[in-house]
């Protein structure tokens, strides 16, 4: 079956512009996460969406940076007023359940370019 | 403090050879899971393998076996028989159970290159 989508694959904006990405997970897949991979680094997170529960958004560096996810399914991760240091890989996953060891898939990722 | 740790920056093998990627962790939890995950130069994040807190035997999938030491809370990735499709980023990553945290806590990485 399909994997999770990410769009657009690439973005290049300027400094103080406002960007979305958008992330569809599988379907039937109830907990959703970005995550954001700088150049050379390992993955850090930012916010975690399960069923209708509010969203953990600890992860958020942020108030320019904000996320919904709309009928339980797809997610719209926004950043306002883009600053150099956004440029990064902003990868979705998605689960079927948030246990222990369930499985997160990533989807291919939006590579964000701020000039 | 580091809650993965991955001390390697980047490991060289000879092909068909086995390599091990190191990786040790940290949590006050006695429910968490660990995960590899490997992530070749076209970025996707592919999933490797598994290993739960309370399981006994250390987990194989394939190629790939997790030496799982929970009392040195080490969780290191062996790859048996390397093949230049194995050159690529691995990260090794971490979810506690407790508390509502869900997310996936992942290392630096390691970079490994299979030479021919």
């Known amino acids: 079956g399909a994997g999770v989508s990410q769009s657009p694959s690439n973005k290049v904006t300027e400094k103080g512009k406002d960007v979305e990405l958008r992330c569809d997970p599988i379907?039937?897949?109830?907990?959703l996460y970005w995550y954001r991979q700088s150049l050379g680094q390992g993955l850090e997170f930012l916010i975690y969406f399960q069923g209708n529960s509010a969203p953990d958004k600890s992860g958020l560096p942020s108030d320019r940076f904000s996320a919904e996810r709309t009928g339980g399914s797809v997610s719209t991760l926004t950043i306002q007023r883009t600053q150099q240091e956004d440029s990064a890989v902003y990868l979705c996953?998605?689960?079927?359940?948030?246990?222990?060891?369930?499985?997160?898939?990533f989807g291919p990722g939006t590579r964000l370019t701020v000039l | 403090a580091q809650k993965i740790t991955q001390t390697q920056p980047g490991m060289f093998v000879q092909e068909k050879e086995a390599v091990t990627l190191d990786c040790t962790y940290d949590t006050s939890d006695q429910s968490y899971g660990l995960f590899w995950y490997k992530q070749p130069s076209s970025g996707e994040m592919i999933f490797l393998i598994y290993q739960g807190s309370y399981d006994e035997q250390n987990a194989t999938e394939g190629r790939y076996s997790l030496n799982f030491q929970k009392a040195r809370k080490s969780a290191n990735l062996v790859i048996s028989a390397s093949q230049l499709g194995d050159s690529a980023m691995y990260f090794c990553a971490m979810r506690e159970v407790s508390g509502s945290a869900r997310q996936l806590t992942f290392g630096s990485g390691t970079q490994l290159t299979v030479l021919p």
């Open positions: 379907s039937g897949h109830t907990a």
């Open positions: 996953a998605s689960s079927l359940a948030p246990v222990a060891g369930g499985e997160q898939f």
